[in-house]
């Protein structure tokens, strides 16, 4: 009888954390925790907008770009089977989050535009956006178009994604970002226009 007694307390006792408390009293993850995404703090300064966030396209296949005509994306470096599911995971992050997205501006190379696409499901090309050495020739001013852009302060209750490349993003801000990883700016008054927040590469947003 006693060991019936002790069966019937123990299963009652596995039903004491289902409010999301263990047995100690200590909260439970969340679904975004157990996934590893990104810290609550920083999901909460997300879904208030006000933030600029530049991505590095996803991964890539190996190979070199062999024109300058940025349509043409059977010669151009394009996403890999991997970075197509980056792209993907990102944008389901930010849905399962709630992460308001406003403006979504890419480079007009095809990677950079199929991140944005597969992510977010709409890209306004941009050649403010490409990398510091495809102006060559240009002003120095034409080769700043994405640290303009980070000090721009979206529209009220959103974010701005910008998809660029990594030369783009460590001139405009010091960073070196991996492919899929992106670069978190707050823009504000200032010499340079923006803080950098913080960095986040393309598997923090969970799986």
């Known amino acids: 009888m006693w060991l019936v007694m002790v069966l019937f307390a123990l299963a009652s006792g596995c039903g004491l954390d289902s409010d999301g408390d263990d047995a100690r009293g200590e909260r439970r ?8 995404g990104p810290p609550t703090a920083l999901v909460e300064r997300l879904r208030a907008g006000g933030h600029v966030l530049a991505f590095r396209h996803a991964a890539t296949d190996s190979g070199m770009d062999t024109t300058d005509d940025l349509s043409d994306c059977s010669r151009q470096r394009n996403l890999s ?10 944008g389901r992050a930010f849905r399962q989050l709630g992460i308001p997205v406003g403006r979504v501006l890419a480079s007009p190379f095809c990677r950079s535009r199929d991140t944005a696409r597969l992510a977010f499901g709409r ?3 941009s050649r403010s956006l490409l990398a510091p050495e495809f102006f060559a020739n ?4 034409r080769r700043k178009g994405l640290r303009r852009l980070l000090a ?12 660029s490349h990594g030369s783009a993003i460590y001139a405009a801000t010091g960073e070196d970002p991996q492919e899929g990883e992106v670069v978190i700016a707050s823009p504000r008054p200032g010499v340079r226009g923006f ?7 393309a598997d923090e947003w969970g799986h």
Do not use: D, Y
């Not at 993850?29 to 590893?36: D, F, K, S, Y």
């Not at 089977?81 to 990102?90: A, F, K, M």
């Not at 240009?138 to 001013?141: K, P």
């Open 138 to 141: 240009a002003s120095e001013a």
């Open 195 to 201: 803080a950098v927040v913080t960095t986040l590469q």
């Open 123 to 125: 890209a306004r090309p």
């Open 152 to 163: 721009v302060r979206p529209r009220r209750g959103t974010n701005t994604v910008l998809v």
């Open 29 to 36: 993850p969340t679904g975004a925790e157990r996934i590893g």
């Open 81 to 90: 089977g991997e970075g197509r599911r980056q792209s993907r995971r990102v």
